[in-house]
T-cell receptor, first 111, second 114 residues
């Protein structure tokens, strides 16, 4: 089955700097890669996703890149703000709309 | 996106008891799933709740421990049976919507087993 590895587990950046979180997956049949943001005590919220027919997708300050050959994808957050502090999870589909999640990255934005 | 309501939002349970979590969606959805998030951990899929038939369980999860019902396209329940402290987790209902199949989560049910 699918296995998703996520790095780093924790990330601390200065406000205004960029943050990058990376994930690798094992199943070449996966073709849907969402990213979720989970604030403390809240539900995971979908923030951006990408499908295998594109290499990059951007939505304001966040972007996701996908390299299907290498089986890795990354989340990029630019001009970070304190409200970006949260745990971020990458995921990959394993068919039938089921997702396998990475281990999570705790992002802290320092003012 | 659909509005997903779970209850209870949290509960404290005694070892050996069972608790049923309810998930209600404000629109009909094809796919409903139950995930578990242990403290400080990632999300793990327990099972797919199939409308009108038995749920499909992932490796490591069994029906006797986590019986699931899905009587219609808007409602599902997950029971955590014969609980032990290791079952202390957040249990999340999720639904897949739309043509592109994005997955959305309920608020979760935080269970603490003493």
């Amino acid at each position: 089955g699918e296995n998703v590895e996520q790095h780093p587990s924790t990330l601390s950046v200065q406000e205004g700097d960029s943050a990058v979180i990376k994930c690798t997956y094992s199943d070449s049949a996966s073709n849907y890669f969402p990213w979720y943001k989970q604030e403390l005590g809240k539900r995971p919220q979908l923030i951006i996703d990408i499908r295998s027919n594109v290499g990059e997708k951007k939505d304001q300050r966040i972007a996701v890149t996908l390299n299907k050959t290498a089986k890795h994808f990354s989340l990029h957050i630019t001009e970070t703000q304190p409200e970006d502090s949260a745990v971020y999870f990458c995921a990959a589909d394993q068919g039938a709309q089921k997702l396998v999640f990475g281990q999570g990255t705790r992002l802290t934005i320092n003012p | 996106s659909a509005v997903i309501s779970q209850k209870p939002s949290r509960d404290i349970c005694q070892r050996g008891t069972s608790l049923t979590i309810q998930c209600q969606v404000d629109s009909q959805v094809t796919m409903m799933f139950w995930y578990r998030q242990q403290p400080g951990q990632s999300l793990t899929l327990i099972a797919t709740a199939n409308q009108g038939s038995e749920a499909t369980y992932e490796s490591g999860f069994v029906i006797d421990k986590f019986p699931i019902s899905r009587p219609n396209l808007t409602f599902s329940t997950l029971t955590v049976s014969n609980m032990s402290p290791e079952d202390s987790s957040i249990y999340l209902c999720s639904v897949s919507q739309g043509r592109t199949g994005e997955l959305f989560f309920g608020e979760g049910s935080r269970l603490t087993v003493l």
